[in-house]
């Protein structure tokens, strides 16, 4: 059974600091790898892609893939309160599939 | 205006009570989804649809049902709501294909409540 696996939390990181989210995928065949922000009581908002090895960066926002590991994992830099959210890492097994993990809980602290 | 708009966003009802969701879209993408979300847990994907006419299971598909009433608006169906059903439902859509199909705009949710 494909699994994504997260930390729950909660995590957290004092304002400015740097919050490192990490997730971990059972099937060495997925594909693509996301990385949504959550805010309480809201939907699901797509903030990182990634799809091969390596980093990749987007502002405040780096993610980092490897494969080998089976092992992606999300960096925020200068970490603000309003970054307070559930983050939730998804896989892309197939032309449809995303298999969900169940979130991380991140604080900032002020 | 959201680009997924979701009816109704809170529903309070009673087991045995046939419940619908409601669905819009205005992105103009062909591939929707019905998930839930329960506390702990990941989002669960319930049916998908690729186009009006392609319809097809998730992973915990028994006691919902779909309908695509046209590319733009896709409901779900619970004939006969039971307590474990309570949950928070998104509708989600997303491009037809390439990589991009893992991103998936949300609309704002259904809490359900069956009691």
């Known amino acids: 059974q494909k699994e994504v696996e997260q930390n729950s939390g909660p995590l957290s990181v004092p304002e400015g600091a740097i919050a490192s989210l990490n997730c971990t995928y059972s099937?060495?065949?997925?594909?693509?790898f996301f990385w949504y922000r959550q805010y309480s009581g809201k939907s699901p908002e797509l903030i990182m892609s990634i799809y091969s090895n390596g980093d990749k960066e987007d502002g405040r926002f780096t993610a980092q893939l490897n494969k080998a590991s089976q092992y992606v994992s999300l960096l925020i830099r200068d970490s603000q309160p309003s970054d307070s959210a559930t983050y939730l890492c998804?896989?892309?097994?197939?032309?449809?599939?995303?298999?969900w993990g169940a979130g991380t809980k991140l604080i900032i602290k002020p | 205006d959201a680009d997924v708009t979701q009816t109704p966003r809170n529903r309070i009802t009673k087991t045995g009570k046939r419940i619908m969701l409601e669905c819009s879209q205005t992105?103009?993408?062909?591939?929707m989804y019905w998930y839930r979300q329960d506390p702990g847990l990941g989002l669960r994907l319930i049916y998908y649809s690729f186009d009006v006419k392609d319809i097809n299971k998730g992973e915990i598909s028994d006691g919902y049902s779909v309908s695509r009433q046209a590319q733009a608006k896709f409901s779900l169906s619970l004939e006969s709501a039971i307590p474990n059903q309570t949950a928070l439902y998104f509708c989600a859509t997303s491009e037809l294909a390439g990589p991009n199909t893992g991103e998936l705009f949300f609309g704002e949710g259904s809490r359900l409540t069956v009691l």
């Open positions: 998804a896989v892309r097994y197939s032309n449809y599939q995303l298999i």
């Open positions: 992105k103009g993408h062909d591939r």
């Open positions: 099937d060495r065949g997925s594909q693509s």
